[in-house]
Nanobody
Framework: QVQLVESGGGLVQAGGSLRLSCAASGSIARLNAMGWYRQAPGKQRELVATITSGGSMQYDDSVKGRFAISTDNVKNIVYLQMNNLKPEDTAVYYC??????????WGKGTLVTVSS
């Protein structure tokens, strides 16, 4: 089992920055990818950014150049640095992890609100 706990959400003005953190615990060695998804009110959950154990990163087009995903492999934390935030980035952000055996794990989410 893997447990994921997000932190760092909050209210920010458009153009501002936030950094989300996701602390992973449990069977960390079995993970081969981690990342962030988000779900805005009335919309489906969507991919924001992912990073594999090999360091390959993927971003949704809407956040390229503004968001950056990174990991601290010593502390087992994945970060999402979000810059130049826009009102349309408002959503609940969920930490995600995928094991080598195809299991998906999710955190409970952290709310990011961007005011115009």
């Amino acid at each position: 089992q893997v447990q994921l706990v997000e932190s760092g959400g909050g209210l920010v003005q458009a153009g501002g920055s936030l950094r989300l953190s996701c602390a992973a615990s449990g069977s960390i060695a079995r993970l081969n990818a981690m990342g962030w998804y988000r779900q805005a009110p009335g919309k489906q959950r969507e991919l924001v950014a992912t990073i594999t154990s090999g360091g390959s990163m993927q971003y949704d087009d809407s956040v390229k150049g503004r968001f950056a995903i990174s990991t601290d492999n010593v502390k087992n934390i994945v970060y999402l640095q979000m810059n130049n935030l826009k009102p349309e980035d408002t959503a609940v952000y969920y930490c995600y992890a995928k094991s080598r055996y195809g299991m998906d794990y999710w955190g409970k989410g952290t709310l990011v609100t961007v005011s115009s």
